[in-house]
């Protein structure tokens, strides 16, 4: 059964979808946390001067 998922997963189409999937759920949750690290809404430092 493994080298059947092997086989899949050399041709070429399948592996350029697995690995485009795979690097926009990274993409994706990188965004995602983001949103939470609080970036937007700190005042700009040079907005006190």
Do not use: C, D
Not at 6 to 15: E, T
């Amino acid at each position: 059964m493994r080298t059947k998922w092997l086989a899949i997963w050399h041709q070429p189409v399948v592996a350029f979808i697995g690995w485009t999937v795979f690097y926009f759920a990274i993409l994706m949750a990188l965004v995602y946390l983001y949103g939470y690290s609080g970036l937007n809404s700190t005042t700009f430092i040079y907005n006190e001067f």
